[in-house]
C-alpha cells in the first residue's frame, strides 16, 4: 500500500508491518468523573489512585504499551499525592507512553459552560502540566461521555489551536441501558446517528457554522467498547466485572476479530480504532502481549495487525493516509435535553462566577489602582476562583447529574470557594456598579383597574389581564402597528414530567412529559410600582397548591421585558414559559459555545427542546420582525411553526421513571429540586434582519441579572479607562499572559470577519502576536502607530500584546493596561 512519509514514520514507530492491510488501534484509558456518584475525595481513594499505580506499572512491564488519561484533574491530585510517582509520570508522559487526550482540567459538557470557561479548563490543564515539566501538548480533544456537543465545537477547538475531536454520545445513537427499547430501534430517524451510518463512517471532518473544521472519530460502539476484551459478561465497571475473567486465544481473538468486522463496515480508511476505557477501570493486564498473540495466531494471516497507541495516533494515521472523508454540518443534539434545565440554580451559580470573574480580571488589569502587594494577592485569588470555576465544566456538574448528596455537599462546596475567591479578589474597590437609574419618564404611562394593567411605551402597549392567569394578552407594536401576538403569552405551564436529572420525561419508552395545566385558565393578582424609570410588575398565581411569582420589568428606553420566575413546583413536574407570537417563523437560530447556528423545530422527539447559551431568535418567512429571548444561563428552549415559543423555567424531576415504576438503568443519580427557585430572561421582538444585524449576541453580553428576581440590561462601564469595543466584535475576555509577557485579548465575531486595529489609549504597543487560547504563539502581528493590526477572522482569536515600557506598565505588573479598540 502506498503511504505518506509522515504515515509511513508513524507506522514503523507503532511497530505496523508495511505489507498490513487494515490496523486495529486499540486504545487504554479509564473515565474519570471528578465528582459523579461519589466524591473526588472517594474516587481517587477508591478507584484512581488504584488505576495510576496499576497503569505507571503496567507502562513500565510492557515498553510498548500506552495508556491515556482524559483529564489532569485526577492526574493533578495524584501528582500532589504520590510525589514519589512523580518522576515516572514525568518520564513516561514525556516519553508519549502516559498520554494526555486533551489538557483540560475536566472533560466538560460543551453545550452548558461559558466559551471562556471552556477556555480556561484546557489552558489551565496545559499550565499545570507545563509547569511539572510535562510537556505534552495534545492536538486532541476526547470527550466520551457528555451528553451531545456544541454544533461549533471545532470553532472552539480552532481556537485552542486543537485540531483533532473523539466524541461517543451523539443524537439517535444507541446507548446499553439508556431506553427500555431494542437496539433495533436505533439509530432515530431524522438523526446525526443515522445520517453518519448512511455516510458509512466514524471518520469526518466537522464543520461548524462559522467554516472552521475538525477531523472527528465517533465512537459510534461506546467509547468502552473494547473492555470485556479479555473478559466473558456484561460489562467491566468502577473496577468490577460483571461477568468473568477469560483470557483464552479463543475469547480474546475472538473479541477482536468481532470489533474489526464491525468497525469495518464504518471505515474509510486502512486504520479502525477500538477503544478501552469504561469509568474508573484498570489496565486490562498485559494487554500488549493479548495483541502480540492475535497478531500471531490470527492477525498476520489476514493482514490485519492490533497495536496498541493512543487516539491521536489514530487520528493522524487516518488524515495522513489522504483517504477522502466527507465534511458534515454537525448539530449531533439533543442526545438528553433534560439536563438542560435539571438544577437550575447550580447553572446559574456556575454561570454568574465565570462573568463575575471575568469582570474582576478586567478591573484589577486597570493600572495604578491598587499597591503591587495588594495586587499580587488578589489575582492570587483570583487564580483560586478560576481553579473552582473550571472545575464546574464537568459533564456531570454543570449539567446537574451528580445525586443530592454530591450535589449539595463537595459541588456546592466548590461553588461557595470559588465566590469567596471572587470576592476576596474584587474587593471593595472593585465591587460591579450599577448603572445610575434612569429619570421617571414621562414616556411610560400605565393605569391597573379591575386586575387589567394597561402599559403604554414609546415602542409598545401592552395588557395584563388578571383573569387569564395575569398573562401577557396583547403586545401592539407602535412602530408596525401590528398585533405581535395571537394568545396568552407569559403563560405559565405545568407539565407532567416523568424524566430525570439526564431527561425529559417524552425522550424514553414508557415516559411522560404532558401539559396538566395552565396559568391562563385561572385568575392571578397583578400589581404595578413606578420606581426609578421603571415600571414593575408583580402576578402571582397559584398551582397546584404552589405560589409561582412573575415580575416583569417594563423600560420606556428599552423595546424589552425583563422577566423572572420564581417559585417551585412538586415532584415529578417542569414548568414552563409560553410565549403565543403572531409570527411565522423560518427556524430557530440560537447561540452555543463558540456560534451562532439555525435548527428546526422538531428533531426525534416532539416538543423537542433546545440548549441556548444566551439567545434564541426566531427569523420569520417574510424576514419582518422576529422574536427574541434573552437569558442570563442557559435555557431549554422549543419553537413550533406556528409561531409559539417555550422555555423550561422550573423543573423538580428527580429520576427517570418508565411506566411508573421501572429505573431507566443508565441513569442511576437522582435528586429533588423541592427547594424554590428561578429562572430570568428578557423577550423582544427586533425589528427586519437576523441575530447578527440586531446585535444578539452584544445585547445578550449586557444583560445582566444582579440579584434573583432583579434583571436589567446593562448600560456602558462606568469607569473612564474601560475597553470600548467596535459594533462587530465582542472583548470575551482580558488578562495577563500566564508566562507573564504581554496581555492577553480575547476576541468574538458576531458572525461576519473583520480586520480591526488593537490597542491601548496612552499605552502604545510594542509587539503583538496572534496565539491560541492555550496563549501559545502562532505570528507576529504588524504594529503601526502603537497598533496591533489583525487580518480578518471568524469565530474567536486571541491576540498577545506586548506594551511599550515606561507607558504606565510598571516591573510588577507590566501587562495590566487597559484602554481602547479601534476598528479599521
Known amino acids: 500500500m502506498g503511504t505518506s512519509s509522515s504515515e509511513a514514520t508513524l507506522r514503523a514507530r507503532l511497530g505496523i508491518p ?13 473515565h474519570w468523573d471528578p465528582n459523579w ?18 497503569a505507571l506499572d503496567a507502562l513500565d512491564a510492557e515498553p510498548r504499551r500506552v495508556f491515556s488519561i482524559e483529564c489532569v484533574f485526577f492526574l493533578r491530585l495524584y501528582w500532589e499525592r504520590r510525589p514519589e510517582r512523580r518522576d515516572a509520570i514525568r518520564r513516561l508522559a514525556n516519553a508519549g507512553r ?3 487526550t486533551g489538557t483540560g482540567i475536566t472533560t466538560p459538557d460543551t453545550l452548558l459552560p461559558s466559551a471562556e470557561a471552556l477556555f480556561r479548563d484546557y489552558l489551565a490543564g496545559r499550565e499545570w502540566l507545563r509547569e511539572q515539566g510535562i510537556t505534552a501538548e495534545p492536538a486532541l480533544a476526547y470527550l466520551p461521555d457528555s451528553f451531545g456537543h456544541s454544533p461549533a465545537l471545532p470553532s472552539l477547538l480552532a481556537a485552542l489551536g486543537l485540531r483533532y475531536a473523539a466524541i461517543s454520545r451523539i443524537d439517535g445513537m444507541h446507548f446499553p441501558g439508556d431506553d427500555w427499547r431494542l437496539p433495533g430501534f436505533y439509530p432515530r430517524p431524522g438523526s446525526s446517528a443515522e ?8 471518520d469526518f471532518h466537522w464543520r461548524a457554522p462559522d467554516g472552521h473544521t475538525a477531523l472527528t472519530h465517533w465512537h459510534a460502539f461506546t467509547y468502552f467498547q473494547g ?5 466473558r459478561g456484561i460489562i467491566r465497571w468502577m473496577g468490577r466485572t460483571f461477568g468473568w475473567a477469560d483470557r483464552s486465544a479463543h475469547n480474546v481473538n475472538g473479541k477482536l476479530d468481532g470489533v474489526i468486522a464491525r468497525l469495518a463496515k464504518m471505515s474509510r480508511s486502512p486504520y479502525l480504532l477500538c477503544p478501552i476505557g469504561c469509568d474508573f477501570n484498570d489496565p486490562i493486564r498485559d494487554l500488549v502481549a493479548l495483541l502480540d498473540r492475535y497478531n500471531r495466531t490470527r492477525g498476520l494471516r489476514s493482514g490485519v495487525v492490533a497495536v496498541n497507541a493512543a487516539q491521536e495516533d489514530y487520528l493522524t494515521l487516518v488524515e495522513a493516509s489522504g483517504v477522502t472523508l466527507p465534511t458534515v454540518d454537525l448539530d449531533p443534539n439533543p442526545y438528553w435535553m433534560g439536563f438542560y434545565a435539571s438544577r437550575p440554580q447550580l447553572k446559574q451559580r456556575c454561570r454568574r462566577l465565570a462573568n463575575d470573574l471575568g469582570h474582576v480580571e478586567r478591573r484589577l488589569a486597570r493600572p495604578g489602582k491598587l499597591p503591587p502587594g495588594v495586587l499580587a494577592n488578589r489575582r492570587r485569588s483570583l487564580a483560586c476562583g478560576w481553579d473552582r470555576l473550571v472545575s464546574t465544566n464537568h459533564h456531570d456538574f454543570i449539567t446537574g447529574t451528580a445525586p443530592t448528596r454530591v450535589s449539595e455537599g463537595e459541588q456546592r462546596t466548590w461553588l461557595e470557594e470559588g465566590e469567596r475567591s471572587m470576592a476576596d479578589a474584587s474587593g471593595p474597590a472593585l465591587s460591579l456598579p450599577l448603572d445610575p437609574p434612569p429619570p421617571r419618564s414621562a414616556s411610560l404611562k400605565w393605569s391597573l383597574s379591575d386586575g387589567v394593567l394597561d402599559v403604554i411605551t414609546p415602542w409598545a402597549e401592552l395588557r395584563f389581564d388578571g383573569d387569564q392567569g395575569g398573562c401577557l394578552t396583547s403586545w401592539l407594536d407602535r412602530r408596525t402597528g401590528r398585533q405581535m401576538l395571537e394568545g396568552p403569552s407569559l403563560d405559565l405551564v405545568l407539565v407532567r414530567d416523568t424524566g430525570g436529572l439526564w431527561r425529559l420525561g417524552h425522550e424514553f419508552r414508557g415516559g411522560t412529559f404532558r401539559p396538566v395545566l395552565r396559568a391562563s385558565t385561572l385568575p392571578a393578582d397583578v400589581g404595578a410600582v413606578e420606581d426609578a424609570g421603571a415600571l414593575r410588575i408583580d402576578v402571582v398565581s397559584h398551582l397546584e397548591g404552589r405560589r409561582i411569582h412573575r415580575r416583569v420589568i417594563v423600560r420606556a428606553e428599552q423595546p424589552w421585558l425583563a422577566v423572572s420566575v420564581e417559585g417551585s413546583v412538586a415532584r415529578r413536574r417542569s414548568l414552563t414559559c409560553r410565549f403565543e407570537t403572531a409570527l411565522r417563523p423560518l427556524h430557530l437560530a440560537m447561540d452555543v459555545p463558540g456560534g451562532v447556528v439555525t435548527r428546526p423545530f422538531v428533531k426525534i422527539y416532539d416538543p423537542t427542546f433546545w440548549c441556548a447559551s444566551h439567545f434564541t431568535h426566531l427569523p420569520t418567512v417574510d424576514d419582518g420582525p422576529a ?29 427517570e421513571l418508565a411506566f411508573g415504576l421501572l429505573p431507566v438503568l443508565a441513569h442511576p443519580a437522582a435528586g429533588p429540586n423541592d427547594e424554590p427557585h428561578g429562572f430570568e430572561f428578557a423577550v423582544g421582538f427586533t425589528p427586519e434582519g437576523d441575530w447578527g ?3 444578539l449576541p452584544r445585547l445578550a453580553q449586557r444583560f445582566t441579572t444582579v440579584t434573583p428576581a432583579c434583571c436589567t440590561f446593562a448600560g456602558s462601564e462606568p469607569e473612564p479607562d474601560l475597553l470600548q469595543e467596535p459594533d462587530d466584535l465582542i472583548v470575551a475576555a482580558i488578562k495577563p499572559a500566564e508566562d507573564g509577557d504581554g496581555v492577553i485579548v480575547r476576541l468574538q465575531s458576531q458572525g461576519s470577519e473583520r480586520a480591526t486595529r488593537l490597542g491601548y489609549h496612552d499605552h502604545p504597543v510594542e509587539a503583538a502576536w496572534e496565539c491560541d487560547a492555550l496563549e501559545r504563539r502562532l505570528r507576529p502581528l504588524p504594529v503601526d502607530r502603537g497598533r496591533a493590526e489583525l487580518a480578518a477572522f471568524a469565530g474567536t482569536t486571541t491576540v498577545r500584546l506586548r506594551l511599550q515600557a515606561g507607558t504606565g506598565a510598571g516591573e510588577e505588573s507590566p501587562q495590566i493596561v487597559y484602554g481602547e479598540v479601534t476598528a479599521s
Not at 456518584?37 to 496499576?54: G, I, M, N
Not at 445520517?195 to 466514524?202: D, I
Open 18 to 30: 508495511v505489507d498490513a492491510r487494515r490496523v486495529l488501534i486499540v486504545t487504554e484509558s479509564s
Open 195 to 202: 445520517r453518519l451510518e448512511r455516510l458509512g463512517t466514524l
Open 98 to 100: 502516559l498520554r494526555l
Open 693 to 695: 444585524h440586531n446585535q
Open 37 to 54: 456518584l461519589w466524591t473526588s475525595e472517594e474516587y481517587f481513594d477508591r478507584r484512581v489512585r488504584h488505576t495510576l499505580d496499576a
Open 227 to 231: 473492555d470485556m476484551l479479555a473478559s
Open 627 to 655: 422574536f427574541a429571548l434573552i437569558t442570563g444561563t442557559p435555557a431549554a428552549v422549543s419553537a413550533t411553526p406556528g409561531g409559539a415559543v417555550e422555555w423550561i423555567a422550573l423543573r423538580n424531576a428527580p429520576k
